[in-house]
């Protein structure tokens, strides 16, 4: 996976956690890393950017 190509899915797990489409009844990083095809850190990485789309929008 280019960085490019890394970035774009970690910018789209971060949206698609923002937007609610997480199952929360599960562990986030194992479905970010299953859907997305990111490393934990990378998962992680995706978290954070989560909370920071969450806290722009209020």
């Known amino acids: 996976m280019t ?3 890394s970035t774009s899915e ?3 797990a971060a949206l698609w ?3 609610g489409g ?5 562990a986030a990083v194992p ?3 299953q859907r997305y095809g990111l490393t934990a ?4 990485e995706a978290i954070r950017r989560a909370q920071l789309i969450k806290a ?3």
């Open 17 to 19: 956690l923002a937007t």
């Open 56 to 58: 722009r929008a209020h």
């Open 41 to 44: 850190a990378q998962a992680v």
């Open 3 to 5: 960085e490019t190509a």
């Open 22 to 26: 997480i199952d929360r009844t599960k």
């Open 31 to 33: 479905q970010i890393r």
């Open 10 to 12: 970690v910018e789209a």
